[in-house]
Nanobody
Framework: QLQLVESGGGLVQPGGSLRLSCAASGFTFDTYAIGWFRQAPGKEREGVSCISSSGGTTKYADSVKGRFTISRDNAKNTAYLQMNGLNPEDTAIYYC????????????????????WGQGTQVTVSS
């Protein structure tokens, strides 16, 4: 069945970097948009970034623009989120999610557009 497994989270100091990976299996990866979301304690889950099935379209939340970069390698069935310039406000559980593509540039950044989710990986930014 469809499976998404995140990895790469951890503890990092402010200003540091992490790269999250999302390994996919059980479905045709290059026909799905991938989104990264995060949820901090006591807050709602929010969209961070998303990428279309081919990788040609990407979107970012305003809070991470210029610091985070989303990418995907369809040959490896894996998506990535490179996070630079991390600050304590980025502390959260990060989830990747998959949504079957509706058209070439399909890349939604809304939680309810994604029916398939990974288990999440914790990112903590603290000195």
């Amino acid at each position: 069945q469809l499976q998404l497994v995140e990895s790469g989270g951890g503890l990092v100091q402010p200003g540091g970097s992490l790269r999250l990976s999302c390994a996919a299996s059980g479905f045709t990866f290059d026909t799905y948009a991938i989104g990264w979301f995060r949820q901090a304690p006591g807050k709602e889950r929010e969209g961070v970034s998303c990428i279309s099935s081919s990788g040609g379209t990407t979107k970012y939340a305003d809070s991470v623009k210029g610091r985070f970069t989303i990418s995907r390698d369809n040959a490896k069935n894996t998506a990535y989120l490179q996070m630079n310039g991390l600050n304590p406000e980025d502390t959260a559980i990060y989830y990747c999610a998959a949504s079957r593509s509706r058209y070439n540039s399909y890349a939604p950044l809304r939680v309810y557009d994604y029916p398939n989710w990974g288990q999440g990986t914790q990112v903590t930014v603290s000195s």
